[in-house]
């Protein structure tokens, strides 16, 4: 008998590889699923056995797998020249895409500043912010965040963040900061009461306070929870008010995700700083970066002796290939009017999510562009309800990856209304099927 190439390839990953976010031991009855290949919307195994990427692998891959555009691109790219330090020297994808990037962001962000993941980034930015401060003589040494915040995995990306599962752990590791609690819902109303507990924190501790840092509109790998735009408009004026640093991390949200181009978009605000990367090389390679303003930019321009550079680097920081990746992923922006035709995808994964409402163990649906959301009800933790979702949606032909009971979709912008069908009605079927036990 033929031996299955599936379970080849899975023992000999457990022999050697410790992977993101897992505890291994579920992999004795969990299969890992070892995938072969990809095109466009879908993942292939090595038994043929095809997966819809509802969720965009981790949020990354825009324009489906093994793009034609951007293949072409990565592959001329890496004939010409695959990587060179960025210090003291640079080279065209660099350049090419800091101006694409300066231009379609908010007006007030002119500066980039490459790294080379999204942690990294946050990290980035963070430092920055302190720094600006401390070079205008101000000591300025706590964050705020919001509750329920993601923002990585690295100590002080961390440490802003508010995901528990992923944070009590290193509690006692953490850098100091404040938190305020994040809108409960996507109402007016709520974001006018979120917005006094930041102007009361501000008003006590502006002055200690670098910066606020948020996920703008959808708070991602905590829940998929939604917020107003007013919030973040009024969390805008307030930042200024107090002489405190407004970080948008776009890391998830970016690159038309929400439905405008950035979150920020939809209020219409600037920030200080955005943190930008998964979308950013259309899910191809690692690239990260933050984006700041010419007053930042200025606070650090000066004679070397007088110590006030960024002095931080990472060694693969705006790798070449990868900003080919994204210019060509801007490309595609641009050449098919992506934005406008995802106005008509999010319409019709809003009517199907309705639908979703009638099954007993729903407790709410939301959408933000994009991104759709199922939050179910009625389960505890240690059931592991998310799980149960995750293997119906493998057995049948589409990656659902939910949070917790947070079952939620985030497909490549390249999925079609059929196909949409196929990855919600899975899912429905796979929550309707919770009911039955
Ligand atoms: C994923 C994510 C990060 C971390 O990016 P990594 O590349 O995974 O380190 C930071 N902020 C937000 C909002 C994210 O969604």
Avoid at 49 to 63: E, G
Avoid at 156 to 170: C, I, M, N, Q
Avoid at 311 to 324: K, V
Avoid at 422 to 428: K, S
């Amino acid at each position: 008998m033929r031996e299955n190439q599936n379970s080849v390839m899975m023992q000999r990953d457990l022999d050697v590889i410790w992977h993101p976010c897992t505890q291994m031991k579920d992999h004795e009855t969990l299969p890992l699923i070892p995938i072969k290949s990809g095109k466009g919307i879908y993942l292939y195994d090595f038994e043929g056995k095809s997966y819809i990427d509802a969720i965009s692998s981790w949020w990354v891959n825009l324009f489906g797998h093994a793009n034609p555009h951007i293949n072409v691109r990565i592959k001329t790219q890496l004939d010409t020249l695959e990587h060179v330090l960025l210090a003291g020297f640079t080279h065209e994808p660099a350049v090419t895409l800091a101006h694409a990037l300066v231009d379609i962001t908010p007006d007030a962000l002119k500066k980039v500043f490459y790294v080379d993941n999204g942690s990294s980034a946050v990290e980035a930015a963070l430092k920055m912010s302190y720094h600006y401060h401390r070079n205008l003589g101000r000591e300025k040494s706590l964050f705020l965040s919001l509750t329920n915040s993601y923002h990585g995995e690295t100590i002080g990306a961390l440490s802003v963040g508010d995901v528990s599962l992923y944070k009590e752990t290193y509690a006692p590791l953490l850098i100091a900061n404040k938190q305020v609690p994040v809108p409960v819902d996507q109402s007016m109303k709520a974001a006018e009461e979120a917005i006094v507990h930041l102007e009361s924190m501000l008003r006590s501790k502006g002055e200690k306070i670098a910066a606020l840092i948020v996920e703008p509109l959808v708070q991602g790998a905590g829940g998929m929870h939604m917020y107003h735009p007013y919030y973040l408009k009024e969390a805008r004026r307030l930042t200024r008010q107090y002489d405190v640093h407004l970080i948008a991390d776009e890391i998830m949200t970016g690159f038309g995700r929400t439905g405008e181009m950035f979150a920020c978009d939809h209020a219409d605000i600037s920030p200080d700083f955005m943190t930008l990367s998964k979308g950013l090389t259309g899910g191809y390679l690692s690239l990260s970066v933050v984006m700041t303003t010419d007053k930042v930019y200025e606070a650090f321009y000066c004679d070397y002796n007088d110590y006030k550079a960024f002095l931080h680097s990472h060694s693969y920081t705006g790798n070449p290939l990868a900003c080919t990746a994204a210019l060509a992923t801007l490309e595609i922006f641009k050449e098919n009017d992506v934005i406008e035709k995802n106005r008509q995808k999010s319409a019709y994964i809003a009517k199907k999510l309705k639908r979703f409402m009638s099954l007993e163990n729903v407790k709410e649906v939301r959408q933000q562009g994009m991104i759709a959301a199922v939050e179910l009800k009625g389960y505890t933790p240690q059931e592991r309800i998310g799980l149960a979702v995750y293997q119906y949606g493998l057995a049948n032909g589409v990656l659902l990856r939910p949070l917790g009971h947070i079952i939620y979709f985030m497909p490549p912008y390249v999925i079609t209304e059929e196909e949409i069908d196929t990855m919600m009605d899975v899912a429905y079927d796979g929550i309707a099927s919770l009911l039955k036990h």
